[in-house]
């Protein structure tokens, strides 16, 4: 995958494109710290091995990603029977990661809510940076809908 030629994420970036997202907060899964949307499960860091848990569309979607770049992706005995991959921070963009962040907030928030950050007209559909989502959490801020 093609990023912004910046490889890896610091602690700090991670947060921050994790919670530009709306309806995102930090919360814990099975006693680790990780983001949730809506109370459910959205990514979290994997101190074991420096790696983001990134759930994904289907099995298939994940054995693609782990074919197409190994030196990223990656997935452990506990994932196999999963559709999720593991990602290695130190070598993820953040380009990449918001866009792999974005699709899964889609399936996670609430239909409401992605109608309302599509209707915005802040994000254009094509653009993966933060800096959009980080906007569109923004204006949500200011109308009452977020925190």
Do not use: Q
């Not at 921050?16 to 997202?21: G, P, T």
């Not at 919360?27 to 790696?51: C, I, M, N, Q, W």
């Not at 997935?75 to 029977?81: A, E, F, L, Q, S």
């Not at 109608?115 to 959009?132: F, L």
């Amino acid at each position: 995958m093609k990023g912004s030629g910046k490889k890896g994420v610091s602690n700090a970036e991670l947060h921050r494109i994790a919670l530009s997202f709306p309806a995102t907060s930090e919360g814990t899964s099975y006693g680790k710290p990780a983001f949730l949307v809506a109370g459910k499960f959205f990514t979290r860091l994997r101190s074991e091995d420096d790696s983001l848990v990134l759930v994904v569309g289907s099995i298939d979607e994940r054995d693609m990603l782990l074919e197409s770049d190994p030196a990223l992706f990656h997935i452990t005995d506990h994932y196999r029977n999963y559709p999720a991959v593991l990602a290695r921070r130190s070598i993820i963009d953040a380009a990449t990661l918001t866009g792999m962040l974005e699709r899964r907030w889609r399936v996670l928030a609430p239909k409401r809510l992605v109608k309302e950050y599509d209707g915005s007209g802040i994000r254009e559909k094509s653009d993966c940076a933060s800096s959009g989502a980080r906007r569109a959490r923004a204006t949500f801020s200011r109308k009452g809908r977020r925190k």
